[in-house]
């Protein structure tokens, strides 16, 4: 049982010291199963010394046995033969053989029990340094999950820091407060380029184009028979001298001649558009 506490020593002096030396686990974990293996396979060699051994006292156990049994068969022949000389030498002999063979088995035996002994903890040794590559399977599993749990927590770590959120904000404050503060700006500037009451006459004198399309509207419902025609405006006698007016009233009287015809024209659309909604 030697070998197997050796063996148990250099394990334990061989993972004490790896274990303060321990810089990436995963690393010393396949140092330490391969140092096992090679202390296994010491082991392996010295129980095959100690089973040659138990072998070779077994053999000579069983030749002293045999040398046992020869002698005693001599002895025998030679009393059959009358040579009581020679049968006594010959049981001499049987008796040496026989008490060396007493000897023998009994060192045998204790070999053997020992050697079985040894088997026995040979397997424990490799069924533990099995069970040591399981558990180290798992622990570098266990270690890469820790260390993938360090990172997600460093990271969210980071992300809970606001500092950055808030500066991002208070930057977007500052430009939408001096984007408020341009318009502003040109608002007071507009104010005070020009009269505010011209800008409103102005805005008036562009609107005047709507007058004449609601004139013109009227117009056309009064062809359509929708309202009734406006009284016409009695005509006007020309003054010495007005020439000039009598052509102007001239190229308006045809304008307003044309405009029934144009006003048909469209009134024929919006007929037909009608007759599309009605589903005709």
């Given at each position: 049982?030697?070998?197997?506490?050796?063996?148990?020593t250099?394990?334990?002096?061989n993972?004490?010291?790896?274990?303060?030396?321990?810089?990436?686990?995963?690393?010393?974990?396949?140092?330490?199963?391969?140092d096992?293996?090679?202390?296994?396979a010491?082991?392996?060699?010295?129980?095959?010394?100690?089973?040659a051994?138990?072998?070779?006292?077994?053999?000579?156990?069983?030749?002293?046995?045999?040398?046992?049994?020869?002698?005693?068969?001599?002895?025998?022949?030679?009393?059959?033969?009358?040579?009581?000389?020679?049968?006594?030498q010959?049981l001499?002999?049987q008796?040496?053989?026989?008490?060396?063979?007493?000897?023998?088995?009994q060192t045998?035996?204790?070999?053997?029990?020992?050697?079985?002994?040894?088997?026995g903890?040979?397997?424990?040794?490799?069924?533990?340094?099995?069970?040591?590559?399981?558990?180290?399977?798992?622990?570098?599993?266990?270690?890469?999950?820790?260390?993938?749990?360090?990172?997600?927590?460093?990271?969210?770590?980071?992300l809970?820091?606001?500092?950055?959120?808030?500066?991002?904000?208070?930057?977007a404050?500052?430009i939408?407060?001096?984007?408020?503060?341009?318009?502003?700006?040109?608002?007071?500037?507009?104010?005070?380029?020009?009269?505010?009451l011209?800008?409103?006459?102005i805005?008036l004198?562009?609107?005047g184009?709507d007058?004449?399309?609601?004139?013109?509207?009227?117009?056309?419902?009064?062809?359509?028979?929708?309202?009734?025609?406006?009284a016409?405006?009695?005509?006007?006698?020309?003054?010495?001298?007005?020439?000039?007016?009598?052509?102007?009233?001239?190229?308006?009287?045809?304008?307003?001649?044309?405009?029934?015809?144009a006003d048909?024209?469209?009134?024929?659309?919006?007929?037909?558009?009608?007759?599309?909604?009605?589903?005709?």
């Amino acid at each position: 049982m030697g070998i197997f506490q050796k063996v148990s020593t250099l394990f334990k002096s061989n993972i004490n010291d790896l274990i303060a030396r321990a810089e990436n686990p995963e690393k010393m974990l396949n140092q330490i199963i391969l140092d096992m293996r090679d202390q296994l396979a010491k082991a392996k060699r010295e129980v095959a010394a100690a089973i040659a051994d138990e072998r070779k006292l077994r053999a000579q156990l069983d030749d002293e046995i045999k040398q046992t049994r020869d002698w005693e068969h001599r002895a025998m022949l030679a009393v059959k033969e009358g040579r009581d000389d020679l049968a006594k030498q010959a049981l001499i002999r049987q008796q040496e053989h026989a008490q060396r063979a007493a000897t023998l088995e009994q060192t045998w035996a204790a070999q053997a029990q020992e050697t079985e002994k040894l088997k026995g903890s040979l397997r424990q040794l490799n069924d533990k340094i099995e069970e040591a590559k399981r558990k180290r399977n798992l622990l570098i599993a266990k270690q890469k999950r820790a260390q993938a749990q360090k990172r997600i927590h460093e990271t969210m770590s980071g992300l809970s820091d606001t500092s950055a959120f808030e500066a991002f904000n208070r930057m977007a404050e500052k430009i939408e407060e001096s984007e408020r503060r341009s318009l502003a700006q040109a608002e007071v500037a507009e104010a005070l380029s020009g009269d505010s009451l011209e800008h409103e006459f102005i805005r008036l004198e562009a609107g005047g184009g709507d007058t004449d399309v609601e004139d013109r509207l009227l117009a056309l419902k009064a062809e359509m028979g929708l309202i009734a025609a406006p009284a016409a405006a009695k005509p006007k006698a020309l003054a010495p001298g007005d020439e000039d007016d009598e052509e102007g009233v001239e190229a308006e009287a045809e304008a307003q001649q044309d405009a029934p015809v144009a006003d048909a024209v469209l009134l024929e659309e919006f007929e037909q558009l009608g007759k599309k909604d009605s589903g005709e």
